[in-house]
């Protein structure tokens, strides 16, 4: 058997965590196996579903690298395959019209919910209980499912193991709407029936819809794929992801400077694990994926977590490749490229100290604009005599070899003859300079800066020092 997987986002938003989740381990099992993974914009919600949405979806999954085999496909471009079956159901008696108002349904809730049952349809337009009535004037009938009275479906879930829910819990749910639209339960189990999906994977909120769907597939005489409920995503305190928790569309995190490798890595292990393994490509991914280790409880999420593993993923990555990356912000920022240092090596000296690209753009700004140092800063690092060394550390350095070891040496070498502490120096240096007080080593610094810059700047600094 050909593994068929598929994911199938309803573009009414940016593509989320869970979705994103949901879809790298539809992508990674498909690919596990060697089997066809597709993509399905299921865009029946017309009034909330926008081009805009559908754009951010095809933009996330081609930034985490998700490619697909077949797709997208949209749902609203086979509204006459989802009429056709329809019309074979309606002719087989599975199905049905119904003309009841959404005012009568409201009423038949209440009376409902007032006796203490649970509200559900009634099944008031069924073809026996309809015997003799006349439909309406003028209105259009919704199409409805007729579910079995009797019995139980039950399956084998991949993550959650057996479910079985009694058809009596489940009423006759709507299939299309008025307009001939149909609904998610029915567009669902048609698409996936046509597309031959043998396994679906999803978020276990669409565990009290897969009763639902099986009880369609058999009415069409469809095979049922396999089905694996994924748990939800929660909040480090244990509530429900949500924007205060740090959940964004996948977007914003290119937006906000994470690689690819690091949320595709952090969103592997958000309910799934391999042994101890926190970090691995998606090679390594792919080659262990199973849905045998998905967990059966909720996964939390942690922003610390990811910061930790793109900061790991920074250090690894390509030079030029991060400048890149980091240009756009760096233009954000009021910064020329251009105006300084080759970014590649401002990156290189820089990509340790840093979790995101905006922090390495941040960290990188007094390469290529001077920045004034508060005085905070100043009335910490510069007292009395200060400005006497940075003016001895100045001369030599208009005549030293301009490399690292040079300027190193040179700036030791000054401290030791004025006998002062490498601190002393470095500190007052480093703040006149770059207007900071933490950067890498200063010989480093200095040495991407260049000479002229270099002494530029000690000049402009130099009379906030006290001699």
């Avoid at 509204?79 to 159901?89: D, Q």
């Avoid at 429900?240 to 959940?247: I, Q």
């Amino acid at each position: 058997m050909t593994i068929r997987t598929r994911f199938a986002p309803s573009p009414t938003g940016y593509l989320h965590i869970g979705g994103a989740r949901t879809a790298l381990f539809s992508w990674a099992f498909a690919r596990r196996h060697g089997g066809t993974f597709i993509l399905r914009i299921e865009d029946t919600d017309v009034e909330r579903s926008t081009a805009a949405s559908t754009q951010a979806i095809l933009d996330a999954m081609d930034w985490l690298g998700l490619d697909y085999d077949e797709g997208p496909f949209y749902q609203m471009q086979r509204l006459e395959r989802y009429r056709e079956v329809v019309r074979m159901l309606l002719d087989q008696g599975k199905a049905y019209r119904c003309y009841a108002s959404r005012e009568e349904l409201d009423e038949m809730r209440e009376a409902q919910r007032a006796r203490g049952e649970k509200p559900r349809y009634d099944g008031r337009w069924r073809p026996e209980n309809a015997h003799g009535k006349t439909p309406p004037a003028g209105v259009e009938p919704i199409i409805r499912f007729r579910n079995p009275d009797d019995g139980v479906v039950t399956w084998d879930d991949l993550v959650k193991g057996e479910i079985s829910v009694a058809n009596a819990e489940l009423d006759d749910l709507v299939i299309m709407r008025a307009d001939g639209v149909p609904t998610y339960n029915f567009g669902v189990v048609v698409d996936d029936w046509d597309m031959a999906m043998t396994h679906v994977i999803r978020g276990d909120d669409h565990v009290n819809n897969t009763p639902r769907q099986i009880n369609i597939y058999h009415a069409l005489g469809a095979p049922v794929p396999r089905f694996g409920h994924v748990p939800m995503i929660l909040g480090e305190d244990g509530e429900r992801l949500s924007k205060r928790h740090g959940a964004v569309g996948v977007m914003q995190y290119f937006e906000e400077g994470y690689l690819p490798e690091a949320v595709n890595n952090y969103f592997a292990r958000l309910g799934w694990s391999h042994g101890d393994d926190e970090i691995f490509s998606m090679e390594q991914f792919v080659e262990w994926f199973d849905l045998a280790h998905i967990s059966r409880s909720p996964a939390r999420f942690s922003t610390e977590k990811l910061v930790w593993l793109n900061a790991h993923y920074l250090k690894l990555a390509d030079d030029q490749r991060l400048a890149a990356l980091v240009q756009p912000f760096m233009v954000r920022f009021d910064c020329d490229p251009a105006s300084g240092p080759p970014l590649d090596r401002v990156v290189a000296l820089l990509k340790d100290r840093v979790g995101t690209i905006a922090e390495l753009a941040q960290s990188a700004i007094y390469f290529y604009r001077r920045l004034e140092a508060s005085e905070a800063l100043r009335e910490q690092h510069y007292s009395l005599g200060t400005g006497a060394a940075i003016d001895a550390l100045r001369a030599r350095l208009g005549d030293v070899e301009w490399n690292r070891e040079a300027i190193g040496t040179t700036i030791k070498t000054v401290a030791k003859e004025l006998g002062l502490k490498m601190p002393r120096l470095a500190m007052p240096l480093r703040v006149i300079v770059t207007g900071e007080a933490q950067t890498p080593a200063i010989d480093a610094v200095l040495e991407l800066l260049g000479r002229e810059e270099t002494l530029a700047r000690i000049d402009a600094g130099r009379l906030r020092v006290p001699d």
